[in-house]
């Protein structure tokens, strides 16, 4: 296992400056945002020019691109078309692991099924691995739903935020089970009542969580994700969280 970062901790800055600031902080791995409505790269860039969407993604001040986090508002087929271009691009730039997001809450589980199906599939020709994000309000905040999906999509990962499933818990829900679906990890720090606080005041459990992952041999990143936050030192939070975890995998 190693420590990275994403580029969406800076998401009100353009790239080269998020990418900066991470290299500041010392981590030596990244995971780039690809979002439409992002100041990073766009899904429509990267099909409209692909060579000048991977120099970009070389540009990275010696830091090494883990994974991307893909976000898209295209409708039918445009959404796919973006989707195997960021394939695409990940198997230019050597890079296996790509995270999509999970579906709202009230989506028809075969649908969802079925898209998760089609991007495995696109995903697997680029030999790239796709992993569903945990998230709140959609159809991945319930640990069940999520092995259900995945035992359905053969090839299909969870992109595994703790966070997710402590903030706004309810009864019954255990994300462990969910563990061996695992293809990469966001961390912060959280309470039921807040999705986000500081290293420390909140219930994960870092240590457990590296303990669980190694038992599994999972060698991927621990990506953290700590956004800009009122009467919170960011970076400090951020070089903080590196430190801590760095410290757990020695």
Known sequence: MFVAATTECFSHLPLPEAIEKIADLEFTDIEINIDQHGEHLRPVDIVNNLSEAVATCSKTRRLS???????????????????????????LTKVVTLTVPSSELGTPFNEEVERLKRLVTIAESHGVRVGLQSQVGCLSEDPDTVSVICDHVSGLGLSF????????????????????????????????????????????????????LGK???????????????????????????????????
């Open 65 to 91: 691109v883990s994974s991307y986090r893909f976000a898209s508002s295209a409708l039918g087929e445009d959404y796919f078309t973006e989707f195997d271009a960021i394939c695409n691009l990940a198997k």
């Open 161 to 212: 935020d703790p966070s997710h499933y402590i903030y706004q818990r309810q009864a019954n829900r255990d994300p462990d089970k969910l563990l061996k679906y695992v293809h990469h990890v966001y961390l912060r720090d959280t309470t039921p009542d807040e999705l986000q606080v500081r290293v420390g005041q909140g219930e994960v459990d870092y240590g457990k969580l590296v303990g669980q």
């Open 216 to 250: 599994l041999g999972y060698r991927r990143s621990l990506c953290v994700d700590i956004r800009p936050h009122a009467d919170t030192d960011q970076m400090a939070e951020l070089r903080k969280l590196r430190l801590l975890l760095e410290s757990l995998l020695i």
